[in-house]
């Protein structure tokens, strides 16, 4: 039995299991249920670090690049939270399309390692490039149980008409599918890519999740994505374009650390900006730049300047746990975004500072909605 148009995936595994047989199933397969996590995506040199990292009770890991399943393999015993390999063979110069085929030996891998799910290694969808998206979907009904299609995408599979042709190919295919959203800075600062997504949420019959994101996955779970997995560094929080030129980031990347009030990414070095204009004028509430987290024990922010990067991204998993708490739905997401943009105009008048927010802000709730 399937739903009516636009009751999206969760309607019909309501329809299909109950939640309780579903998370017994997912035990007896060795898995756990993935549904609403919130996963940290990590680069398979640190996989170590962050093992033991995050919430006890949610989240996951999804340990990413060529080398992902030696990393996930050595450790996969001490590990209770789901983990996902992601070997990202869609990223880089020598990208393959998406017409390339799956190594079979890279998905049972994953199944030895006993992943959540089991995602495919995919190559990479361009502009208008149906042969390259059917491909992969066609070859992940093949590809046994549990397997989840990577979806590497142009961005403008999100704008008319491609969304269109995405949810059409999806539904047709009936496989659970997770994007990856090229794009240089952030693939969901633009109304069309948002209001794509959202489509897609709504129209899709199979779970929808999200790789290789930032604080916008929170609002993809809220709009109904199964999960999705927020990068613990620059370069896993969306896909860089292959064929731009010169090295996506400067020699040294620059970190960011989520300044909470502002729900932000923000350079650290813009941070220990704003602190010490905190400092310079003693009447001015300081409060903005200090952080609750348990590992920042109400320090000042400017701490990230000097931080190890460890402890950086142990602060960003932090607020992104707590962050996804608060957020169960498009009304708390709206409203979470709506305080954090408060929180600009008031440091607007307060600190003289006039900082843009984030265009992901702008692009899930527009100014004539607020
Ligand atoms: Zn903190």
Known sequence: MFPSKGDGWRGRIAMSTTDASQRSEDRDRGGLDLTNRLLMQVPADQARDFWSVGDDDGGGIVVSGASALTAAS????????????????????????GTARFDPSWLESQRALNAATVLTDSGYVGEGDQEALVAILEQTTRAGDNVCAVLPLHISWLADPGVKLLAGEVNQHQVPVALVLEHASDPLGTQYAVNGLKYLLRQAQVPVSLLCTDI?????????????????????RHLYPADKKGPPFKPSPARHAIVPRLMTFMNVERIAEGWARAQRHEDLDEN?????????????????????????????ISILDALHQQVTGPDSWEQAIGDALRWYLWMQDEYHLTWDPPAFMNAWLPKSRR
């Open 74 to 97: 050595a450790r996969a015993r001490e590990m209770t939270r789901p983990i996902l390999v992601d070997r990202r063979r869609y990223a880089g110069r020598n990208r393959p399309r």
């Open 288 to 316: 903005l730049w200090r952080c609750w987290c348990t590992e920042c024990g109400n320090r000042t922010m400017d701490r990230f300047a000097t931080c190890t990067d460890l402890s950086l991204a142990i602060h960003n």
């Open 216 to 236: 916008s996955g929170l609002g993809a779970i809220a709009y109904g994505a199964a999960w999705a997995a927020v990068g613990v560094t620059s370069a896993l």
